[in-house]
């Protein structure tokens, strides 16, 4: 291990001064200016506790020198921003400390931070709504996403109960995980952190009910840092598609099948609280889907095996928790036909299950002699035990038809008997929670516990078509030169014969082989699951309505959709995702309702049109205010011609993690939506990191679920509509315009700029975590804007502190509409802000944003990463970026009337200083490493190049593993 210069290190080794020693109270007082109770909170409180835990375990397993460098690191940005100039000592310690050294202080700041990232989430939740309504303080922007308020504020509203009743009987909510390359830690660390928060339960119970187990709980803290801390952080393998699939079910698994029924409860008691009279929703109002080993898009490794083994996979997750509840059900149903009545139909069940299972009877018959529920639930048991058994032997023999006898056939063979015990009870005057809950989780997951959507690529369709015409010689061109009226013709011509056209036993590329696979283990999929398990195809970059005539004509080649009679079971879904593909979507989606081929099928699907848009690729294309105003204009434009064809329609919000894609509070997010977009229907993608930030815990779990069902429910019937709303459009359309053009002078048409991103972002070292099954860039590698995946170029800019997709332009468009009427224009825009939800989602989420950027970091990533021959353009670029910034800031300041950023939120303002501090110190490693690692890729021999390319890109992928978690974004 390298020895630290003696000159540098005299000041901190040693006894560290007491200002720079752990966490406490004043420093956090300093996070915020907000007014605190003379006794500190007791997020705080535990705050100190996990700080001084994680500094004892750092001192045993690494000594006080590791602490006192730590301690030394984080003091140069006691404001939470680095130094103009970073104190010359601190940059001669970061230079010169051994790998060993650099990777454990990487470690520690990352641990550090998925420490107080556990403990806000067990905490905060909620905390701002509650303490505004409890306090009598001006309105929350969030005080009614709870349920328990929202209600009660709408019959206060006069709201129409018809009204209330209607939008239950619809109410459809799904969330859909994804597998996107944004979650950067390991499943093995997720169960450290789920272990840790449930220790923090513990301590609270015991501060309370027993102080005496308190001082042991600490010790069970304790070892779950050690344990943490001798754990390796980074995946050591790129995970495959079926690795993806086991870390999202794990959300499931340990969470959302218990906090589903909950959320469910807790609409159905908050309206019979309001509104008495009015019937609740199904159970599955809310409920999820996947695209985890079914999203195609960009990724080779999903195959139709594989999509085959995730439906497998789900269903044997979903019947172990069945078996799971009707045992513990079975223990609470003890009631005794000594004591009460049971429904006769359910006696005769029982004689017929008798005979199906005598074994099961002659086990059970004389224990349960008196105890009919439980005998029936035992018998149930068997069924689900057969179910499974038959889903392990399918799982080990995919192409043999399997029948087990007596197994369930369908989720609502089993559901059909649950409502039955259900029915019983209740007319004997009896209720079981248990029973209930089961009842709900059957009625959200049945035998397939999520629904998958498959995705592919637009484009790959025209070329494998293009590939089975040509073999077939239909065509005197080649399908993808034609023009759109051509193949629009051609394909209809097609679609109305029952004729196929696949050439049977012909060996086509491999491409074209998997298309067809995909089309046939859809098909098979839903004989064996039923149609709901994969109703949805969705097609990422549409922009034509050949496109969507081109699944159908795939659709019909597998038995999917039979032209003759107009049915089918797949529905068509459009991806839109450029800012041109958002604009053509009305014309798209009015071309393909004008065929009556379609409009037929649509019909048949309940005159229900489901449309995606993409946040991404907008965003990466045009910037943030440009991307969002064109998705809003979106929904509205697509709301008119749906209403001119009669026809329902459902936005399907391909939201990403982070701002720069779509990402920030579903809550605010939703109720931004425009007008009557929402009609009680929505789906939300939850990506990557969002995952574990919303899902990790079931308290967590409900939480955020129940704020975007209060955000729909309230978007729904509460629309926003104002006089001056032609006026603000106009208004929008200009700032947006203006704020695109901004944007892609930057990114787009600056010389030097694609250079100056490789260089200072660590975005090549990004592409080399083992976080994915599918590859970074979309073009086999190709070095440019194009070719990239949104996600790496949000990830890159997060690390270094600038954050730009999230923010840059919007300043400049701004600033520019107040220099016309200074007085007047500034009053418009707060006007907008206060009164008009999409605006103040806007301003708020690029506040939050510019509250995490670090220009003073950012250019110590430019200083020593840009090469010699670059760095008048570097230099050049980054003032535009930290002017914009400047411009940005004091803008958004300007409008919100806030004296600093997130002043209206005293909890994310003093949660993002307090990770701001150590992120810091954590950038100077990251910019050391990075230094060190390109010199041995260039062949620059150094004594700080001994050691291996592969050791230092290890640290260097812990210090991003380190900022990702403090950030608390990734792409």
């Not at 944004?182 to 499943?187: F, G, L, N, Q």
Request: proline content about 5%; aromatic content about 8%.
């Amino acid at each position: 291990m390298t020895s630290l210069p003696s000159l540098t290190t005299s000041a901190w080794i040693g006894d560290p001064p007491s200002s720079a020693s752990g966490l406490q109270q004043a420093e956090l007082d300093r996070a915020v200016k907000v007014d605190r109770p003379s006794s500190p909170s007791l997020l705080n409180l535990r705050l100190q506790m996990v700080e001084q835990l994680w500094e004892s375990v750092l001192e045993r397993e690494c000594g006080p020198r590791l602490l006192d460098l730590l301690r030394l690191l984080r003091a140069t940005s006691p404001d939470g921003q680095a130094p103009a100039q970073p104190p010359e000592e601190v940059l001669q310690i970061v230079e010169h400390l051994g790998l060993d050294e650099a990777i454990q202080a990487a470690r520690a700041f990352a641990l550090f931070f998925q420490l107080i990232n556990i403990v806000e989430q067990h905490y905060e939740r909620g905390t701002e709504a509650d303490l505004a309504v409890r306090n009598g303080h001006q309105k929350s922007v969030r005080e009614h996403e709870k349920l328990e308020r929202l209600l009660p504020y709408l019959k206060a509203q006069n709201v129409p109960p018809a009204w209330i009743e209607r939008l239950m009987a619809d109410l459809s909510i799904r969330m859909v995980f994804t597998a996107h390359p944004t979650e950067i830690v390991r499943h093995t660390i997720r169960e450290k952190q789920r272990s840790f928060s449930g220790l923090l339960g513990q301590l609270d119970w015991a501060e309370q009910m027993d102080r005496a187990k308190m001082p042991t709980l600490r010790e069970q803290l304790a070892e779950e840092i050690l344990l943490w801390w001798r754990t390796d952080e980074l995946h050591q393998v790129p995970p495959t598609v079926l690795n993806e699939v086991d870390y999202t079910l794990h959300y499931f698994e340990e969470v959302l099948f218990q906090a589903t029924p909950l959320l469910h409860e807790h609409l159905c008691n908050s309206l019979k609280a309001a509104f008495p009279h009015v019937a609740p929703p199904a159970a599955n109002c809310c409920s999820f889907g996947s695209w985890v080993g079914a999203d195609r898009d960009g990724n080779p490794s999903v195959t139709a095996e594989v999509t085959w083994q995730t439906a497998i996979y789900q269903r044997n997750l979903v019947l172990g928790k069945y078996l799971e509840s009707i045992k513990q059900v079975t223990k609470t149903l003890s009631v005794s036909l000594h004591w009460g009545d049971v429904d006769s139909r359910l006696l005769d069940t029982l004689e017929q299950d008798q005979h199906r299972f005598p074994e099961i009877y002659d086990t059970y018959s004389v224990t349960y002699r008196q105890e009919p529920y439980r005998l029936k639930l035992k018998f149930i048991q068997r069924k689900l035990e057969l179910t499974r058994e038959r889903n392990e032997r399918l799982k080990q023999h995919p192409t043999e038809p399997l029948l087990v006898e007596d197994a369930y056939t369908s989720a609502r063979e089993f559901l059909d008997e649950l409502l039955l015990i259900q029915d019983s009870l209740a007319a004997t005057g009896l209720s079981c929670r248990r029973l209930n809950h089961l009842i709900a989780q059957v009625q959200v997951f049945g035998f397939y516990l999520a629904k998958l959507d498959v995705r592919q690529d637009s484009g790959y369709h025209e070329e494998v078509l293009t590939e089975v015409f040509d073999y077939l010689h239909l065509l005197s061109a080649p399908y993808n030169e034609m023009s759109e009226a051509a193949k629009v013709k051609f394909l209809l011509q097609e679609l109305q014969t029952r004729r196929p056209f696949w050439p049977p036993e012909v060996q086509l590329s491999p491409k074209a082989q998997e298309l067809i696979d995909t089309f046939r283990i859809i098909r098979r999929l839903q004989k064996e699951f039923g149609q709901e398990i994969c109703q949805t195809y969705i097609i990422s970059m549409s922009r034509s309505v050949s496109d969507l005539l081109e699944v159908l004509l795939l659709a019909k080649e597998t038995g999917l959709f039979d032209p003759i009679t107009g049915t089918g079971s797949l529905a068509v879904v459009p991806l839109f995702e450029t800012v041109e593909d958002l604009r053509r979507a009305p014309d798209v989606m009015t071309a393909i309702l004008d065929l009556p081929l379609y409009r037929s099928y649509l019909h048949h699907l309940g005159d229900l049109q489901e449309v995606m848009l993409g946040y991404s690729d907008s965003n990466k294309d045009s910037g943030f205010l440009s991307s969002n105003w064109e998705i809003y204009k979106a929904q509205q434009t697509l709301q008119d011609v749906v209403d001119r064809y009669q026809v329902k329609i459902q936005i399907f919000h391909g939201r990403g993690g982070s701002v720069g894609r779509g990402g920030g509070p579903a809550y605010e997010a939703v109720l931004a939506q425009p007008g009557r977009s929402v009609g009680g229907r929505i789906k939300i993608t939850e990506q990557g990191e969002v995952l574990a930030s919303k899902y990790s815990l079931q308290d967590l779990a409900v939480y955020n679920l129940e704020t975007v069902t209060s955000a729909v429910i309230q978007a729904s019937l509460l629309h926003n509509y104002s006089e001056d709303y032609d006026e603000w459009s106009r208004l929008m359309e200009n700032l947006a315009n203006v704020a695109r053009q901004t944007y892609r002078s930057l990114v787009y048409e600056q010389e030097g700029f694609l250079d100056f991103f490789h260089e200072v972002t660590p975005l090549e070292e990004i592409s080399q975590l083992q976080i994915s099954s599918r590859p970074a860039r979309r073009s086999g590698g190709k070095r440019d804007l194009s070719g990239l995946r949104a996600i790496p170029w949000v990830f890159s800019w997060t690390q270094m502190r600038v954050l730009l997709p999230a923010w840059y332009g919007v300043g400049t468009a701004l600033q520019g509409y107040i220099d016309q009427a200074p007085e007047f224009n500034l009053g418009q825009l707060r006007f907008l802000y206060r009164d008009w939800p999409f605006f103040r989602m806007v301003i708020s989420k690029v506040e939050m944003t510019l509250a995490k950027v670090d220009l003073q970091i950012a250019q110590h990533y430019v200083d020593e990463l840009t090469s010699p021959e670059r760095r008048e353009t570097a230099d050049y670029l980054f003032n535009l970026i930290a002017t914009e910034m400047h411009r940005t800031r004091q803008v958004v300041l300007d409008i919100t009337q806030h004296e600093q950023l997130l002043d209206n939120d005293p909890r994310l303002q003093r949660s993002v200083h307090l990770r701001n501090r150590s992120i810091v110190p954590l950038g100077y490693i990251q910019v050391s490493l990075l230094k060190r690692l390109r010199e041995h890729h260039d062949g620059r021999r150094t004594s700080r190049t001994r050691y291996s390319r592969s050791e230092l890109l290890r640290g260097a992928m812990l210090t991003i593993n380190g900022i990702a978690a403090g950030m608390r974004n990734t792409g």
